[in-house]
Structures are given as C-alpha cells and as structure tokens.
Nanobody
Framework: QVQLVESGGDLVQPGGSLRLSCAAS????????MGWFRQAPGKEREFVGY????????LYAGSVRGRFAISRDNAHNTVYLQMESLKPEDTAVYYC????????????????WGRGTQVTVSS
C-alpha cells in the first residue's frame, strides 16, 4: 500500500510558474516509477509525464514538453512537477500515481493515486 498526497496547486496567471509536489508514504518509494496526470472538467484524465525509478529517465506529453519538468527525491519520498509558461489550457486537477506495467501514457498502467491538487491558470 502506498499513500500519495499532492500539493502546490494554486491560481496563477498565464505565463506563470508552479511547482507541484507528491509526497509518498508506505512501501519503498524508490521501487516505483511515477507518473503525473491531469483532468479538466468534462474531460478524461490525461498523461502529463513520467519518471523512472532510478536514473531519472522521463517522458512528457507533447502539450507540456519543454514547459514542464519532473524530478524526484527518493531520499524524501517525493516527486515534483515543475511547470513553466503556464497556459489557461493547463487548468486541471493534477494527480500523481505509481506506475506498475504497460504503457506509461495510460492511466490503466498505474495503481496508487493521490487525491489531486487544483491548478487554475487565469488572468
């Protein structure tokens, strides 16, 4: 069992920045690759990014590549999502999750999920 808690969501103006955190407890955090997803009202949950267990290999959705960056601190059981040049279309609830198997781009490949943190990009 792994518990995940996201934080750092806020209201920010277009062009602004935010850093989201995902704190994990329970089973050894370093054993899991991690993903970030987001879900806007009326839309399906969509892949944002992925980071491997060790070594930091990352994958990103095309819509955020070059603007968002994922990192992790295994010593502190935390994964981060640094978001730059935010756009109104980035508005969503952001979730972190533990990867199990399959394509990292699908929510079905993840087991444990946090409850999400709201990011709103608006002037």
């Amino acid at each position: 069992q792994v518990q995940l808690v996201e934080s750092g969501g806020d209201l920010v103006q277009p062009g602004g920045s935010l850093r989201l955190s995902c704190a994990a407890s329970g089973r050894p955090f370093s054993a899991y690759a991690m993903g970030w997803f987001r879900q806007a009202p009326g839309k399906e949950r969509e892949f944002v990014g992925y980071i491997a267990q060790i070594g930091g290999a990352t994958l990103y959705a095309g819509s955020v590549r070059g603007r968002f960056a994922i990192s992790r601190d295994n010593a502190h059981n935390t994964v981060y999502l640094q978001m730059e040049s935010l756009k109104p279309e980035d508005t969503a609830v952001y979730y972190c999750a533990t990867y199990v198997r399959g394509t990292p781009y699908s929510p079905q490949s993840y087991t444990y999920w946090g409850r999400g943190t709201q990011v709103t990009v608006s002037s």
